[in-house]
Nanobody, 124 residues
C-alpha cells in the first residue's frame, strides 16, 4: 500500500476554483491507478475522477465533467485535482485513493489506499 495525504481544500465562493494535491510516499506511485472521491454530510462516498498510471487516460463523474481536471506528476509523486466553476453542491470532504486494478474503475471498493481527506466548502 501507499501512504496518501491530501491538501489544498478550503472555503471558496461559487464560481471559484481550488486545486487539490495528494502527496504520496514511496517510489511506486507510477504503478498505481489514482482517483479522487468525495463525501458530503449524510451521503455516501462518491466517485469524482480517476487517472491511468501514465496519466494518458482519465475518467470523470458526470457531475464534474468539464469543470474538474485530474492530473498526476509521477516525477513528483503527486496527484492533482483542478476544480473550476465550483458549485455549492461540490461541498464535501475530498479523498485521494490508489489502486492496483486494471482500467479506470469508479468503484471505491477497487481502491486499496486512502488519504485522510481534505474539506472543500463552496458558499453560495
Amino acid at each position: 500500500q501507499v501512504q496518501l495525504v491530501e491538501s489544498g481544500g478550503g472555503l471558496v465562493q461559487a464560481g471559484g476554483s481550488l486545486r487539490l494535491s495528494c502527496a504520496t510516499s514511496g517510489r511506486t506511485f507510477s504503478t498505481y491507478i489514482m482517483g479522487w472521491f468525495r463525501q458530503a454530510p449524510g451521503k455516501e462516498r462518491e466517485f469524482v475522477a480517476a487517472i491511468s498510471r501514465n496519466g494518458g487516460s482519465s475518467r470523470y463523474a458526470d457531475s464534474v465533467k468539464g469543470r474538474f481536471t485530474i492530473s498526476r506528476d509521477n516525477a513528483k509523486i503527486t496527484l492533482y485535482l483542478q476544480m473550476d466553476r465550483l458549485k455549492p453542491e461540490d461541498t464535501a470532504v475530498y479523498y485521494c485513493a490508489a489502486g492496483s486494478m486494471y482500467g479506470l474503475p469508479n468503484n471505491a471498493a477497487e481502491f486499496s489506499s486512502w488519504g485522510p481527506g481534505t474539506q472543500v466548502t463552496v458558499s453560495s
